[in-house]
């Protein structure tokens, strides 16, 4: 937001508002939307790439570095291709993240709903669950949980989610205090309106702005805790690469070939900052919608 | 609920209603009685505190029930009693279906995220059955009704592209979707500017004419009130303390504090600069209300009677009640001041 003059604007006709957002951002945001689309087009269109078998060492090339032919961002300590790893890392990375952020989002949505609206002792023992949630160290939470379901991507995404959830519950809680008490909620109340469609049309629209800007935020913590894992080794299993595990074992010739940990850390990197790019730029939409009122 | 079209409309009689609050438990409506009739305004004054608002949601159950303490007094809506009614009941039979509510500010009570026309249909959707398409033709012709131009064309409209007066007429049109016999219309023009004020008025005078509609109009407008209403109702710390014709007590008020509100009104004829009249003091606090009449400490022509005996409302003969043991008319004033000028 550039100023006062632009949010004037914004509350006259918010179409417009949000087109004649400061050109530095707009350039920002447009980036950030590209690199998200190459990484998309580049996970579904890999096979058509003609990029080498991520899986496949290459014995002749052995930790080349980049620009090597064959092999665009060189080879890893097995000989397998970077870039092509560093993709089929890139799917595992945005499953897992939106993944886990979506079972977050509905899971927190609907535990800080009903305790924002319903409040007394429903909030009393959401709020207590949520606050044991917090408390609980994730990581060992995170590591039962493989324990119990196996390795695998599915396990990771219901495992984030579960431990992202409250962060999101106690957001969707706060915007629902918000509007809770709001007088439409009356309104809609004295025209003969039942909880269950005040939770749904009147509370749920209105609360899912601020949830899904936070929830943004949250995509790029899940990614940064599923490379966590995977660096630990308690990830998707090998020989499926991602990022996390390309860090992982590349660790150790880092001092001879620093691009086998710098690559997908530089994607990995690339990608943070364009999704907290969007995010800020959906968080403050919500404001213009929040003053326009 | 077609029974029974003799006798009033409504009928609130004895109604507490108490809040639990840090300060201690408030009574904020002691002892309030009301009847509106068919067809009537219903005019409810009095200043910011005195119960008004309560009174009007108690009538519909909106009242936040977790620092409730006491709500109790019959409610009577076409001779039936509301006060045993379950939530279920008053959703399905009275809210929004004989017993509708116009809010004081349309920027609050309309949803921002929801196209009006479906706020307008959903009332209808609900209490009629209606499928979404009916009840989007319904909302042509009742956003026609309150005087919106292009009506199909609003549907479509977020309220944040309405003008404040737009908004309040899209209020009105949820309010009467399902042709309710009586509407509450908490401070419905508060929040609109003077002109805009007007127009929103006249549209009530004329839904009433064409619906036979009942309203209870609360307002701190004196003014408003005694224009638009057939009866009115001057609150003071939770009671009514005058009741009756609009014209009777607005023409020749009984109560002191009737009075002295009307006395505080700016007049046009006034000469420019001279100050506004005020009623000395303020409004006891509702934790701790007096034995006696609770408008004794503020009141020219109070005396040590007033202090402890609390009056109760009295039948006059021209059809007003009074809550007061020195009211104007009779002769016996603790202190025959003329009022207004103790507040200088």
């Not at chain 1, 689309?37 to 002749?60: F, T, W």
């Not at chain 1, 990197?269 to 003053?291: C, M, P, Y």
Request: aromatic share 4%.
């Amino acid at each position: 937001m550039s100023g006062l003059a632009t949010t004037a604007s914004a509350v006259v006709v918010p179409t417009v508002g949000s087109k004649r957002r400061s050109r530095r951002s707009g350039v920002l945001v447009t980036l950030s939307w590209v690199w998200l689309a190459l990484l998309v087009i580049a996970i579904l269109l890999r096979p058509l790439l003609g990029l080498p078998d991520p899986n496949r060492s290459d014995y002749a090339s052995i930790m080349v570095s980049p620009f090597s032919p064959g092999h665009l961002l060189g080879t890893d300590e097995i000989g397998r291709d970077i870039l092509s790893r560093s993709i089929v890392g890139a799917r595992v990375s945005l499953t897992v993240g939106i993944g886990a952020i979506a079972v977050a989002t509905v899971v927190g949505s609907i535990l800080g709903i009903v305790a924002g609206y319903f409040g007394g002792w429903v909030n009393r023992i959401i709020s207590a669950v949520i606050d044991v949630m917090l408390a609980f160290p994730a990581l060992v939470a995170l590591i039962a949980l493989g324990v119990f379901l196996g390795p695998g991507l599915f396990t990771i995404i219901i495992g984030i989610g579960i431990v992202a959830s409250p962060a999101v519950a106690r957001v969707a809680r706060a915007a629902t205090l918000q509007f809770a008490n709001r007088e439409f909620v009356t309104a809609a109340r004295g025209m003969g309106a039942t909880h269950g469609r005040i939770l749904r049309r009147e509370v749920l629209p209105n609360v899912v702005v601020p949830v899904i800007a936070y929830s943004t935020v949250l995509i790029a913590v899940a990614i940064v805790a599923e490379a966590g894992l995977s660096f630990l080794g308690l990830g998707v299993p090998p020989p499926a690469s991602s990022w996390g595990s390309m860090m992982g074992t590349g660790r150790s010739a880092l001092s001879d070939a620093p691009h086998i940990v710098l690559i997908p850390a530089a994607f990995m990197f690339v990608t943070l900052l364009a999704l907290n790019f969007l995010a800020e730029h959906i968080g403050k939409r919500f404001d213009i919608r929040e003053s326009a009122l | 609920m077609s029974q029974s079209n003799q006798g009033p409309l409504l009928e609130v009689e004895d109604l507490h209603v108490a809040f639990q609050t840090p300060a201690g438990i408030a009574e904020v409506v002691n002892g309030v009685s009301l009847t509106i009739g068919r067809g009537q305004v219903h005019g409810l004054v009095g200043e910011s505190g005195s119960g008004k608002s309560v009174t009007a949601r108690t009538v519909m159950d909106l009242i936040p029930r977790r620092t409730l303490v006491r709500r109790d007094g019959s409610i009577r809506f076409n001779g039936e009693e509301l006060t045993g009614y379950s939530e279920t009941q008053m959703r399905a039979k009275i809210r929004g279906r004989h017993v509708a509510m116009v809010f004081q500010d349309p920027m609050t009570a309309l949803n921002p995220v929801m196209r009006i026309g479906h706020q307008i249909a959903l009332p209808m959707r609900r209490h009629f059955g209606l499928s979404k398409k009916e009840a989007l033709a319904k909302a042509v012709d009742l956003l026609t009704q309150v005087g919106i131009p292009e009506p199909a064309k609003r549907l479509r409209s977020f309220p944040h592209e309405l003008s404040g007066g737009q908004r309040q007429r899209v209020m009105i049109a949820i309010a009467l979707s399902c042709d309710p016999e009586l509407v509450i219309a908490d401070e419905p023009t508060t929040a609109l500017d003077v002109t805009v004020q007007a127009q929103i008025l006249d549209l009530f005078d004329t839904l009433r004419e064409e619906r036979d509609l009942s309203i209870l109009l609360v307002s701190h407008d004196l003014s408003l009130i005694a224009e638009r209403c057939d009866e009115v109702s001057v609150m003071y710390t939770g009671r009514v303390v005058e009741t009756g014709p609009a014209e009777a007590v607005f023409e020749k008020p009984e109560h002191p504090y009737t009075r002295l509100l009307e006395d505080a009104r700016p007049l046009l004829e006034n000469e420019p600069h001279t100050l506004l009249k005020t009623i000395p003091g303020r409004p006891p606090q509702l934790t701790m209300l007096p034995t006696g009449c609770a408008f004794a400490s503020r009141c020219p022509r109070a005396d040590e009677h007033c202090e402890e005996e609390r009056p109760l409302l009295e039948s006059h003969p021209d059809g007003r009640a009074v809550a007061c043991l020195h009211p104007h008319s009779s002769a016996t004033g603790g202190a025959p001041v003329p009022t207004g000028e103790k507040a200088l």
